[in-house]
Each structure stands twice: as structure tokens, then as C-alpha cells.
């Protein structure tokens, strides 16, 4: 049962990561962390977190653990393997991949866990920065009822939008939903602000006024905004995007899915990449077209 005393076990201290990681701390909850660069763990480990050496030694110390990397390369090195969660958990352990990742990498986490007797539940989130930083991400979660019952308590800690979707990989099938509304959206805001100054209009007061109609949108409201500043810094990165959105494109044409909207975005990404922006906001994208 999880209590206030229970272990959580954090892998990956990134721009979500790490303010998924201090909430939990802030709620009173006991915290092992660990990350290939200690460095980007210290703010964390100054708070009271617990940094442990090895995915191993994080493993064997948590009742709970939560895994939030970057690919699914990453996804596969720290749940397999002889230093991996799965041979170094305790029966009765909890693993949650928040990793935006494969639906089939999800379902066969779940099925090497429970032939171990460990709960494994795939929930990735939307959000960004913002959503990680105020605890308000959506968290779409696949796997058992009794492991997301269990586990609920944790998640309010982190979201306020938090649904079982399903089985094991329903999580991450939901979140490519949601990562290919949100590739031809941000199409759509860079071209919608781009119009309005070659216009003539004053593009703030444009978003005042569109962002509360039925133009409105994450994306619209939050990162309109920093595009008109200039403000490129990461709350989700352009490099995880287009991963994002190259496993929904690979997921889509798995079922027979025509996608053009994702894959225009994802062509424009991949040449906002080639332009040395990898490590930039996915607001950059305006990029291409405010020239």
C-alpha cells in the first residue's frame, strides 16, 4: 500500500523530470534519484533526495519507480539487462514508465513484470515544463486497475488529468493521440501569427483575442506567447518531438493510418533540426516561417 512512507525511485532528471521529481519531495514523500549526469541531479539531492549510484542500486532501495528518459533506447537500457529495474526490483515493486515511447515497448515492460510479480504501468504526460513545474500534467495511463488504483495517490502528486485509458500500452497509444493533435496545431499557431504581422495587426492582441475561441489551445495560449519573445529556451525539446512524432507515424501506419498533418509536421521539424535546432522549444518552428 502506498504510504507517505513509501520509496519512489526517480530515473531521468530533465526538464520534466526534475519538477515531477521536487513535487514529489515537497509532498513528503522519500525520493531516490538517479541519472547518468549526477550534476543535473544536485538541485534535487540538496532538497533531500537520495542519490543512488546505479540503476540497480535505485531498484533494489524503491517500492516505487518512476522512469521519465528521453527514447526508447533509453526506455529498453534501464528496464532490461542484468543492472536493469526488472532483475533488480523486489517482488511487489511498482515501476511506472512516464517515457513517451512505444506502445509495444510498453507491453512487454508489463509482461516481463508480472511473470516477476511486478506491477508495471505505462503513463506518459502532457503538459510541458509548465504542467511539470505546477504539478498539472494529463497523465494517460495503461495497465491494471489495481496497480493504477494503488498508485493514484502518487499521480495527484504529479497531474489533475489522470485516466486509465486501458491495458498495458493504452498509455502511450493516448499520448501519440496527443502528440499528433498538437503536431498540425503547432503548424497552424506559427502560421496564424506570422499572418497577423505581415498583416499589419499587433500579434499580442491577436492572441487575445483567438486564444479564447475555438482557435484556443495549449500550444495557442503558452506558446504563442514565448514565440513573440523570442523565447526558444526547451519546456519539451524539438529532438523529442520529432521522436514523439516518429513513433506515431510508425504506430499509424501499423493500423493502416494515413496521417498527412503529422507528417508535414514532422518534415518541418526535422528541417528546424537540421538547422542546429534540436535542443531548442518545439516554439521554435516559427522559425521557418517568420522570415
Same mark, same amino acid.
Given at each position: 500500500m502506498v504510504t507517505i512512507e513509501t520509496k519512489i525511485g526517480f530515473i531521468g532528471t530533465g526538464v520534466m523530470g526534475k519538477s515531477m521529481a521536487k513535487n514529489l519531495l515537497t509532498a513528503g514523500y522519500r525520493v531516490n534519484v538517479y541519472t547518468r549526469t549526477k550534476e543535473k541531479a544536485e538541485e534535487l539531492i540538496s532538497q533531500g533526495a537520495d542519490w543512488k549510484h546505479t540503476v540497480a542500486e535505485l531498484a533494489q532501495d524503491s517500492d516505487v519507480i518512476i522512469? +521519465? =528518459?528521453?527514447?526508447?533506447s533509453d526506455v529498453e537500457e534501464v528496464y532490461f539487462g542484468d543492472s536493469g529495474i526488472l532483475?533488480? $526490483?523486489?517482488?511487489? *515493486?511498482?515501476?511506472? /514508465? +512516464? *517515457?513517451t515511447s512505444k506502445p509495444s515497448l510498453a507491453i512487454k515492460i508489463y509482461e516481463t513484470a508480472i511473470a516477476k510479480g511486478i506491477f508495471s504501468l505505462d $503513463?506518459? =504526460?502532457?503538459?510541458?515544463d509548465i504542467g511539470a513545474q505546477n504539478g498539472k500534467l494529463a497523465i494517460m495511463v495503461g495497465g491494471d486497475q489495481q496497480a493504477f488504483d494503488e498508485l493514484h495517490p502518487i499521480f495527484e502528486v504529479l497531474g489533475e488529468n489522470i485516466i486509465l485509458q486501458g491495458g498495458p500500452g493504452a498509455g502511450q497509444? *493516448?499520448?501519440? $493521440?496527443?502528440?499528433? *493533435?498538437?503536431a498540425s496545431n503547432m503548424v497552424g499557431v506559427c502560421e496564424a501569427i506570422v499572418y497577423a504581422k505581415k498583416a499589419g495587426l499587433n500579434p499580442e492582441r491577436v492572441l487575445e483575442s483567438i486564444s479564447t475561441g475555438a482557435a484556443a489551445s495549449f500550444s495557442l495560449s503558452n506558446l504563442g506567447p514565448r514565440m513573440l519573445k523570442g523565447d526558444y529556451a526547451p519546456g519539451f525539446y524539438v529532438k523529442h518531438f520529432i521522436k514523439d512524432m516518429t513513433i506515431a507515424l510508425e504506430s499509424a501506419q501499423e493500423i493502416g493510418m494515413a496521417t498527412p498533418g503529422l507528417s508535414l509536421s514532422l518534415e518541418l521539424y526535422k528541417e528546424l533540426a537540421e538547422k542546429g535546432e534540436? /535542443?531548442?522549444g518545439t516554439q521554435a518552428l516559427i522559425k521557418l516561417f517568420d522570415r
Open positions: 522512469t +521519465m =528518459v528521453g527514447y526508447p532483475e533488480n $526490483a523486489q517482488k511487489g *515493486t511498482y515501476i511506472i /514508465d +512516464m *517515457t $503513463a506518459p =504526460v502532457s503538459g510541458g497509444h *493516448t499520448k501519440l $493521440a496527443n502528440q499528433i *493533435t498538437i534540436n /535542443d531548442s
